[in-house]
């Protein structure tokens, strides 16, 4: 079924939202107060509410750009009866739109979930109007690619491919633009990975040489040939066979750990320095090229750590929050980092082996909030489902002066900043940043502290 729409506000997720006949209808590929036709993906009479994705726009807004990314772009895809790859549901909207977009939702669902109202709060990087802004990362352009250091793929028919929003169907790519200039360059999107289920693709300090990591129910049905020609290319410097389930068969070429650079070095008891952790390439790095530098220089604005303090770094993965507390605090401070996943703890740990103030736990946050010590700082990263209760009244027991809530979700967010808000914390400093441009992603870095 095909409607004609005129939509209203873009809403958590990349859709904006629009009415037929009394019923809510989500709309991807449209911008806020766009007239368009779109095609219904997800309906029904008894449905509360209709998905649809915009094939054609009858009044388009001032906002409204050419797609970057061909098979990314709606419009194109549908013209030519096919259906969009997701994943650059924003590509379709200038550049600093995208950015105001992301503000406007960010604050909507801090006052939806959180029954937090920004505009009333005193925040040092509110804009002279009391108006949220969306940062954007340094050495961006206009056209938001190129700044994705890591890249899952489906594979289809031997060739690497991406599935369309909310579908199973996979489609072939001939390129990946949102991705670092180093995995087009590799030329992987003409290799042949028949017999693999999927590839993830890892460039290093945005740079590569590549890491892929191949899942395959069986190694012996990959191409022969594969081995041979990664030797053959040197924008590739390792493969590494997986299980679906997440078991190493082997290496087939190369290291088995990647290198990545640390904003700031890890100085050793001894004086010896570090500035950079080994990690596997399937453990998680922040995905944007300059985010462990911005996401560390904003942590740093915001935190009041000094000289022998203490610190606590949940969610620590790698370390990259831990390295910035333990050189803040110096030797004479204590920073305690936990993380559950255990390639990345053990990363973690062979990092801070030479600094005695450095304790790496590997274990679940909730696991171990109840029993965390008193220190300075709090520093929480968590995964997109957020923190949870449980974790929040651990650290509030913990008592520290001041608490940093680093966020990939404003609904998880909003959620938990509520819940620090009943503890008696207050919201004191927030930073929206354009960290997954041509998404509608975002990450966000808040400081609360004692009411
Ligand atoms: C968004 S990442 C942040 C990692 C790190 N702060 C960084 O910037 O590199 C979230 C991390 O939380 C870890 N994690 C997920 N659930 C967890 C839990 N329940 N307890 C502790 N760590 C968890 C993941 O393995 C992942 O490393």
Redesign the pocket.
């Known amino acids: 079924m095909i409607l004609t729409l005129t939509v209203g506000p873009m809403s958590h997720g990349g859709h904006c939202v629009a009415r037929h006949e009394g019923r809510v209808v989500f709309v991807r590929h449209a911008v806020p107060g766009e007239t368009v036709r779109a095609v219904v993906t997800d309906g029904g009479e008894k449905a509360r509410f209709w998905r649809a994705d915009t094939i054609d726009v009858l009044e388009p807004s001032d906002h409204r750009r050419r797609h970057p990314w061909k098979q990314a772009d709606a419009l194109r895809a549908y013209n030519h009866g096919q259906v969009p790859v997701g994943g650059a549901d924003y590509g379709h909207i200038t550049d600093v739109h995208q950015r105001r977009l992301k503000a406007h939702v960010f604050r909507d669902t801090l006052q939806r979930i959180g029954g937090i109202d920004i505009s009333a709060l005193d925040l040092p990087e509110l804009g002279p109007e009391g108006e949220l802004t969306t940062r954007q990362l340094p050495g961006a352009d206009a056209s938001g690619m190129h700044w994705r250091t890591r890249v899952s793929f489906g594979v289809v028919e031997g060739s690497l491919g991406m599935k369309p929003h909310r579908s199973h169907d996979l489609i072939p790519l001939r390129a990946m633009p949102l991705a670092v200039e180093a995995v087009g360059a590799s030329g992987i999107f003409t290799w042949d990975f028949s017999g693999a289920a999927s590839v993830d693709v890892v460039a290093p300090g945005g740079e590569g040489p590549l890491s892929l990591i191949i899942t395959t129910e069986d190694p012996s049905r990959l191409p022969k040939g594969l081995q041979k020609l990664a030797e053959e290319t040197p924008e590739v410097a390792s493969i590494l066979l997986r299980s679906p389930e997440g078991q190493d068969y082997q290496v087939l070429t190369g290291e088995r750990e990647i290198t990545e650079e640390l904003p700031v070095p890890v100085v050793g008891d001894s004086g010896d320095i570090q500035e950079s952790v080994q990690l596997a390439p399937e453990g ?3 995905i944007h090229r300059r985010a462990p530098e911005q ?1 560390v220089s904003t942590v740093d604005r915001m935190a009041k750590l000094g000289t022998g303090g203490t610190a606590i770094d ?5 370390g ?2 831990t390295a910035w507390a333990a050189h803040r605090v110096g030797h004479s401070g204590q920073v305690l980092s ?4 255990e390639g ?1 703890s053990a990363a973690a740990e062979r990092l801070f082996a030479a600094r005695a103030g450095v304790e790496v736990v590997c274990a ?3 696991k171990i909030a109840r029993r965390l010590e008193r220190s300075d700082l709090v520093v929480l ?3 997109r489902t957020g923190a949870y209760r449980k974790v929040l009244e651990g650290i509030d027991q913990a008592g520290p002066g001041q608490i940093i809530y ?1 966020s ?1 979700d404003p609904a998880s967010f909003a959620r938990d900043a509520k819940g620090l808000l009943q503890l008696g914390w207050q919201l004191r400093g927030l930073e929206v940043l354009d960290m997954y441009p041509n998404t509608h992603h975002m990450e966000s870095v808040a400081l609360f502290e004692r009411r």
């Open positions: 998680f790095w922040q996401l949940l969610y620590a993965g790698a990259l929050f936990v993380e559950a996943a990345s679940a946050a909730e990263d968590p995964p680093v990939c």
